[in-house]
T-cell receptor
Framework: DQQVKQNSPSLSVQEGRISILNCDYTNSMFDYFLWYKKYPAEGPTFLISISSIKDKNEDGRFTVFLNKSAKHLSLHIVPSQPGDSAVYFCAASAGPGGSYIPTFGRGTSLIVHP | EPEVTQTPSHQVTQMGQEVILRCVPISNHLYFYWYRQILGQKVEFLVSFYNNEISEKSEIFDDQFSVERPDGSNFTLKIRSTKLEDSAMYFC????????????FGPGTRLLVL
């Protein structure tokens, strides 16, 4: 039962262009969404998050958009840099009454070419 | 910057053997977690631990698994009788509180069961 889906296992982008990573979820109880970045041989590193009361959150080159009606979120990286090459995990958690234990997607491997 | 550490980085074991994976969470954190990622699969929640007891566990965390905080710094995951399907990357994580789902992850232990 994949409650958090990242349908693209990989994405290849030219340096300087925009990277768009997509994530869909099925559980309408999720109200907090996170993106993690993972380099090989390292643990996931928190990147950016968004609460369901917002539809956009921006942090430098990273912006997360949330479309609650479509149960879809996306991570935009502009401009993409070779150092952004990593696996990106989308995660979602449920609010009060839930456990806040995030459910992760399978990840999307981003490769940014110089 | 404080970080979660894990030892060993790699462990190879024979099926049926016991393994103990060790984690040192960030010192002022109160909530501790184990996750695993089977190669090519999503990051899966195993167990959360707070105030010296398990607060939540997933279906994966069966009787073969146990966790312990033997002293003020270590947090261990024990697998009593390993199976081939236990081969995975095991990540420890810790948080100060529970809101939002954000976790500080360790670098992981790669477990290979032969």
């Amino acid at each position: 039962d994949q409650q958090v889906k990242q349908n693209s296992p990989s994405l290849s982008v030219q340096e300087g262009r925009i990277s768009i990573l997509n994530c869909d979820y099925t559980n309408s109880m999720f109200d907090y969404f996170l993106w993690y970045k993972k380099y090989p041989a390292e643990g996931p590193t928190f990147l950016i998050s968004i609460s369901s009361i917002k539809d956009k959150n921006e942090d430098g080159r990273f912006t997360v958009f949330l479309n609650k009606s479509a149960k879809h979120l996306s991570l935009h990286i502009v401009p993409s840099q070779p150092g952004d090459s990593a696996v990106y995990f989308c995660a979602a958690s449920a609010g009060p009454g839930g456990s806040y234990i995030p459910t992760f997607g399978r990840g999307t491997s981003l490769i940014v070419h110089p | 910057e404080p970080e979660v550490t894990q030892t060993p980085s790699h462990q190879v074991t024979q099926m049926g053997q016991e393994v103990i994976l060790r984690c040192v969470p960030i010192s002022n954190h109160l909530y501790f977690y184990w996750y695993r990622q089977i190669l090519g699969q999503k990051v899966e929640f195993l167990v959360s631990f707070y105030n010296n007891e398990i607060s939540e566990k997933s279906e994966i965390f069966d009787d073969q698994f146990s966790v312990e905080r033997p002293d003020g710094s270590n947090f261990t995951l024990k697998i009593r009788s390993t199976k081939l399907e236990d081969s995975a990357m095991y990540f420890c994580a810790s948080t100060l509180g529970t809101s939002g789902g954000q976790r500080d992850f360790g670098p992981g232990t790669r477990l290979l069961v032969l």
